[in-house]
């Protein structure tokens, strides 16, 4: 997978989690979305010490749908953002889609309204870090392990109580270690086929054409919805998403 550039706005993020400790298994404890029913609670209920912790899944990075060799998984990234995530929402509930929101941990934790809307809109939910730091994997597993922890933390805590069910790792940057971490925590590792390179603001048309050229590629779309003016990355899903349909697609999640 090629790593993201021109991200610096994320190392002020590091700055808006600073106090936030490194959060144990324990603390992480909570329900799962669309997890085993004996994972689940009463909405907005944390599990407690006591309880199960996520079941473990596989460390493997996934790429596909759970809808088969027709399905499409549309991935957000970067979010929330009070602007663009509202608007993407809007999208997305008028074609009738359902999408993966990968979530950067203060973000999360400074707009907890939107985490639960993506939520309630019955999206799911992926921990993207806390700092968006493409280059996670030449860092220590201590590090490695405060970004995914306590960004699972945070945004478990704003959702009310829903996990992320996948971990993304910025870039890519995935390690060994940081794979079968998450998955430890119920947190499949989450690929992608297809990068519209929307981040990059090359134009609406840009952005349509490298989806449908890329579309052979497979099935987990990269869109985002933060980091800057995301007009371009909301109008081209107004166009992807029908086209996507017209071809025959159907739209899932990625597997768990």
């Known amino acids: 997978m090629a790593r993201h550039g021109g991200r610096g706005w994320y190392g002020q993020v590091v700055a808006a989690a600073l106090g936030v400790t490194a959060v144990t ?3 992480s404890l909570w329900t799962a979305q669309a997890g085993p029913v004996k994972e689940r609670v009463q909405a907005g209920t944390p599990v407690h010490h006591s309880a199960p912790k996520a079941d473990p899944v596989s460390m493997a990075i996934a ?3 759970d809808r088969g060799a027709r399905g499409v998984n549309i ?4 979010g929330p953002d009070p602007v663009w995530t509202p608007e993407v929402l809007q999208v997305l509930k008028a074609y009738g889609v359902k999408a993966t929101f990968c979530m950067i941990g203060p973000q999360a934790k400074a707009h907890p309204d939107l985490v639960r809307a993506v939520v309630a809109a019955g999206h799911r939910l992926c921990d993207h870090t806390v700092s968006h ?5 030449t860092k220590s597993e201590a590090y490695q392990s405060q970004q995914i922890l306590d960004a699972e933390h945070m945004i478990t805590e704003a959702s009310g109580g829903v996990r992320p069910l996948y971990y993304r790792a910025p870039g890519g940057a995935f390690t060994p270690y940081s794979r079968k971490l998450a998955a430890s925590h119920g947190m499949r590792p989450l690929g992608w086929n297809v990068d519209s390179k929307d981040f990059e603001r090359p134009g ?16 987990t779309i990269l869109f985002h919805d933060a980091g800057g003016d995301r007009s371009e990355t909301v109008a081209a899903l107004r166009e992807v998403l029908p086209w996507l349909k017209e071809q025959g697609y159907s739209f899932g999640f990625p597997v768990r």
């Open 25 to 27: 298994v324990a603390a």
């Open 75 to 78: 991935t957000i990234d970067d």
């Open 63 to 65: 790429h596909a749908s």
């Open 204 to 219: 609406t048309t840009a952005i349509v054409t490298t989806v449908k050229e890329e579309m052979p590629n497979g099935p």
């Open 133 to 137: 730091d493409v280059t996670m994997d």
